[in-house]
């Protein structure tokens, strides 16, 4: 039974397949930044509506994130399929978003038409601005926490097949210093330099990494530097910091020993600290049972270079997700190995033959797992139980 559905899922996908990479071609012409991607959300929103989808938009408190859901019968689990769609600000669509909407609603459809007489729940959600604002992030912070999902899966272009084991967890401030501006040679003695303020907070972070473990990451960069001349004392100073760490326990006792160098900077020059924390993004619970459920999948469907999975990756606003549910995003191989994602690499094969057969294998994974996660409950059970003992040690 199980065979015939998953035969008949992937029938539809390449049904499909030109529709859905002809909308993976039109994102990407029209890279849009979060939380502004008012095209290809329209997109996407108009096409689940069209196939059957109940589909509410601006969910979680961002105008261009969506919730789809269809059912199958009253009852039974409820699986999820997560997709972004911005682009990177001033380089367009350097990460493989464009692929995402697309891949996860081919599966959504193979799911719908291959369906069998179990009763489950099949929600897609959109969600905006990963590149730039975390935007599951923020839809949990506005009480969208996909916490009625039994699972979470994602698709994701890159140069292998493959999934991921851990990333690094990751908080974000907005640090902005406030002085008093002078004439630098006729009245220095007036002035409350922001800058020197901003120079110590990142010389404070710089002796602060000799004391920290060997997974610590701390960013820094001046993003607004008051515009003044050189003989004038600034009056504000702005930047963008960053720590990051293997676990979220660990980012958010930093947190504390940060902002402490950040008002010592304050103190040191007499100015103002305005200190706001933009996000806390968390590291991932893997799945180890779900990643091999989907590798089982990708190698069955000949997937092109597939690929032991990553050990540790950067931050994502997934694993904010997947510390409320079980999740997993399935990598899907459209260019070289070793080629970096934010790169003209990825740009270049953003329309390419290996993107568009990228959008096809990663539609028919997704819904060969959604499949046979319905038609065996053991599964899905495991994988829940799984996730709650990973949960529980992480939270000891």
């Known amino acids: 039974m199980l065979e015939e559905m998953i035969a008949r899922a992937n029938s539809c996908v390449d049904g499909y397949a030109k529709e859905l990479t002809e909308m993976a071609d039109r994102i990407f012409d029209h890279p849009e930044i979060g939380p502004h991607e008012v095209f ?8 689940l509506e069209a196939h059957g989808f109940a589909v509410t938009r601006g969910v979680g408190g961002l105008e261009t994130a969506f919730r789809a859901v269809w059912k ?3 009852g039974g689990p409820n699986l999820g399929l997560l997709c972004e769609y911005d682009a990177l600000p001033g380089m367009g669509h350097g990460c493989g978003h464009q692929m995402q909407g697309p891949a996860i609603l081919g599966a959504a459809l193979a799911v719908q038409q291959a369906a069998g007489d179990r009763p489950f729940t099949l929600t897609v959600y959109g969600t905006p601005g990963e590149e730039n604002i975390s935007g599951k992030y923020i839809m949990i912070r506005n009480g969208c926490t996909f916490e009625e999902l039994d699972v979470a899966l994602m698709m994701h272009g890159g140069p292998a097949t493959q999934t991921d084991i851990k990333c690094l967890a990751n908080a974000a401030w907005q640090l902005t210093y406030h002085g008093k501006a002078a004439h630098a040679a006729l009245k220095p003695e007036a002035g409350r330099s922001s800058l020197d303020a901003m120079c110590l907070a990142f010389h404070g972070m710089e002796c602060l990494r000799e004391h920290v473990t060997d997974d610590v990451r701390l960013h820094y960069n ?22 990051r760490a293997n676990t979220v326990k660990a980012v958010k006792e930093l947190m504390v020993r940060l902002e402490k160098i950040f008002q010592g900077a304050a103190m040191m020059t007499e100015t103002e600290a305005e200190i706001r924390l933009d996000k806390v993004l968390d590291n991932k619970i893997p799945n180890l049972r779900l990643n091999d459920l989907l590798m089982k999948h990708a190698r069955r469907l000949q997937a092109p270079n597939c690929q032991p999975p990553r050990q540790r990756t950067g931050s994502t606003d997934f694993a904010n997700v997947m510390h409320r549910v079980p999740g997993s995003c399935i990598r899907v191989a459209f260019v070289p190995d070793g080629t970096s994602s934010h790169s003209p690499e990825f740009i270049a094969a953003g329309k390419s033959e290996a993107a568009h057969r990228a959008v096809v294998f990663g539609a028919k994974i997704l819904a060969d797992t959604v499949l046979e996660l319905v038609e065996n409950p053991e599964e899905l059970a495991a994988i829940r139980q799984e996730f709650q003992e990973r949960l529980a040690a992480e939270e000891k």
């Not at 290809?40 to 096409?47: C, F, I, K, Y």
């Not at 003044?228 to 930047?239: K, Y």
């Open 72 to 74: 199958n019968g009253e």
């Open 40 to 47: 290809a959300s329209g997109l996407l929103t108009d096409w």
């Open 222 to 243: 001046i993003t607004d530097a008051g515009g003044t001349a050189a003989n004038v004392v600034p009056s504000l100073t702005r930047a963008q910091v960053m720590v």
